[in-house]
Structure formats: structure tokens, C-alpha cells
């Protein structure tokens, strides 16, 4: 097969209503989309990004009518959170509604869902009478794309069509919460801050668990796997110049916040030290380095706050042994 990246939205609606997949932009990283309805549709993600199948998928919708059609009823807060943040970076893990097929939902009775803010993901949603399910557009376990250029690198030969909405401006995937036993817990930190989150709700999102990020994985969503947004290349996070001293004589790639060090790879992800822009430009970082001709990629810990929570929790995994 061979693959297309291009800019024409009838292009993508035609191969999308004929049941094929077709790579999308949204603001924070591409998917790989099919209508979410249709579970022949849907397999075709599963088996091009061999992705597990007990993995659930989010289903973006285009408009909040469609919110209908694919949950059951709004907990406490929901409402408030898709007026402040949708079209955004934020999904939320509610009750489905049967109809919604269990390829999407990996046979769980919640789906998450939410409405992208790229605008020609909502126009092409727009062109379409139903939603999208789409993870990220990348073979399972490795780093997200946040160009169609990165899709066509790894996924080109197997996806039809790729519509290009350029470089992704969030940069990392979108946070995720979910109403389990009466309360709101993070699943994923991403691209809305859990403080802001937080402000919205007035209550602290419940966060327990042993582990280092202080987000529990919670156990019917086995998606959040230790390691994953993983580099083939070894991966090392914590204070670079420990680091440095302990990789002395390796070829360094090295990704900072805004400080340039003198080494093989430097990847600045921002001079001016702004958590967002550091964001946007992480996973390419990554892809760049693993590219390249280094030994190891050392990383720096973000301040864990902000958008530094999302990718603090996306270096962790990238480090994770696998
Ligand atoms: O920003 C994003 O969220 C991107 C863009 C394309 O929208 N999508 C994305 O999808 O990152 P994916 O599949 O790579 O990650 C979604 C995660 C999965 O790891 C899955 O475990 C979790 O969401 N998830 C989906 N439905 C769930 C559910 N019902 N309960 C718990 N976790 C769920
Ligand atoms: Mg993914």
C-alpha cells in the first residue's frame, strides 16, 4: 500500500466512511482513526500498530450532541469540565453506552472520550456522522507522533492516507481522568494541567499509589503500562551533571530544559524555560535522538508542576526497563 500525506479532508471522510483508518492531527499528538462504531473499522488500528487488544481506545467526538451517543450518564463535574476544557487536551473515562462496540472499549463498561481543539480534526468530525476512535498514531510502545512526517516513518506502508495539520501544539497526549467510586482520579497527566483541573473541581484528584509519579495505574486499564513512549536507545532521567559523570566516554544525546551542555546531541526544549514549549518539542527530541548516533539519552527532570508533570511521567517511561 502505499501512502499518502496530504491536506484534502474528503479524502480522509471517504476512506474513514468506507471503513478504512486514516492518521489524523489533533493538538497533541496524531491518531490513527476509524469510526468508532464500526468494530471491523477499528480492528484495522489494532492489528497496524500491534497494538494489544486489551488496550482501550479513546473516541473523539466532534460536537457535544455526539456525547450522547456514546455515554451513559455525566458524574458530578463532567460538565464543567468539558465547558472549560473541550475542545482540548483533557479525556474522561465514563459509564458507555452498550452500543458503543467492546473493540473500542476492550470490553470495559467505560469509554474515554474527548473533543479535540486541532481545527481540521473538528472539520473533518464535523463532515462525519459519527465519532473517531483513535489512539496515538505510533506502533505500540513506542514515542508519539507529533508530525505526519513521524506517522509516515514508522506506520507509512500500512495507513492509506495521512492528513497533515502540521507540527502538533500541545505536544504531549491528553491527560485522563476518570469518576471511579464516587470521585475523580488521574489516570494520565497530559496537556491540561491537574492543577488546573483541580481549580475546575475544587477538590484534589485522588492520586494514590506507590508509585514514583504519584499516579496509580489503575488495573482494568493495563494501557498505562511502565514502560511505554519508549526509545530504542537506552534512556536515563535525573540530574544531568550526575548523569554526565556517570556516562563519562559514552557518545551523549542529551535533552535540557534550557541549558546547553557541551555533548554528542544537545536538545534544548526551551531557552526560555517555558513548560509548554518544552512539551511540544519533547517527543520529536526523542525520535531525533534515537535516531542519531548516540549511545545513551540522558534527560533532565522537569520542575513537577505544570505541564512538567506530563512530561516527567513521559521520560519516566521512556527510561523504564523493558
Ligand atoms: O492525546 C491523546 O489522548 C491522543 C490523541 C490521538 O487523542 N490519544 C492517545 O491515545 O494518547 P492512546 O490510545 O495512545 O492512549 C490512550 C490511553 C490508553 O493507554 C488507554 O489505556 C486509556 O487511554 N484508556 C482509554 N479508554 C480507557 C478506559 N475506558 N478506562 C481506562 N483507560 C482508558
Ligand atoms: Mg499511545
Redesign the pocket.
Known amino acids: 500500500m502505499s501512502t499518502r500525506i496530504g491536506t484534502y479532508l474528503s479524502t480522509a471522510a471517504d476512506l474513514l466512511r468506507g471503513g478504512d483508518i486514516v492518521a489524523i492531527p ?1 493538538e ?4 490513527l482513526a476509524a469510526d468508532a462504531f464500526n468494530p471491523e473499522a477499528v480492528l484495522k488500528i489494532f492489528t497496524t500498530k500491534a497494538r494489544p487488544s486489551f ?4 473516541v ?1 467526538i466532534g460536537r457535544m450532541e455526539q456525547l450522547g451517543c456514546v455515554v451513559l450518564e455525566l458524574p458530578e463535574g463532567a460538565e464543567r469540565m468539558m465547558n472549560v476544557f473541550w475542545p482540548g ?1 483533557l ?1 474522561l ?1 465514563l459509564p ?1 453506552r452498550p452500543e458503543v462496540p467492546d473493540i473500542v ?2 470490553g ?1 463498561d ?3 472520550v ?1 473533543m ?1 481543539a486541532h481545527p481540521m480534526a473538528l472539520e473533518l468530525l464535523s463532515n462525519l456522522d459519527f465519532p473517531l476512535a ?4 505510533n506502533p505500540f510502545g513506542y514515542v ?1 507522533p507529533t508530525t505526519a512526517q513521524h506517522v509516515a516513518d514508522q506506520l507509512g506502508e500500512r495507513i492509506p492516507y495521512i492528513l497533515d495539520g502540521g507540527a502538533c501544539n500541545v505536544g504531549v ?2 491527560t ?1 481522568i ?1 469518576w471511579e467510586a464516587g470521585e475523580w482520579r488521574l ?2 497527566p ?2 491540561v494541567p491537574v492543577e488546573a483541573i483541580e481549580r475546575v473541581l475544587g477538590v484534589s484528584l485522588s492520586t494514590a499509589g506507590g508509585d514514583p509519579s504519584g499516579v496509580e495505574v ?1 488495573v ?5 503500562l511502565e514502560s511505554h513512549y519508549a526509545p530504542r536507545k537506552p534512556v536515563q532521567v535525573g540530574d544531568l551533571d550526575e548523569l554526565l559523570k556517570a556516562h563519562n566516554g559514552q557518545r551523549i544525546g542529551m535533552i535540557s530544559f534550557s541549558k546547553t551542555y557541551p555533548v554528542h546531541r544537545s536538545e534544548v526544549l526551551s531557552p526560555s524555560s517555558d513548560l509548554k514549549e518544552a512539551a511540544q518539542k519533547l517527543f520529536a527530541a526523542l525520535r531525533m535522538l534515537d535516531a542519531s548516533d548516540c549511545d545513551v539519552i540522558l534527560a533532565e527532570r522537569f520542575p513537577e508542576e505544570g505541564l512538567g508533570r506530563a512530561i516527567n511521567d513521559r521520560l519516566r517511561r521512556a527510561a523504564a526497563k523493558r
Open positions: 489533533t497533541t499528538v496524531y491518531g488496550d482501550p481506545l479513546i473523539h487536551p479525556t473515562v458507555k472499549t476492550s470495559l467505560t469509554v474515554g474527548r479535540p483513535a489512539p496515538s498514531a508519539s497526549e491528553s485522563i476518570g489516570y494520565r497530559g496537556g489503575p482494568q486499564a493495563p494501557g498505562m
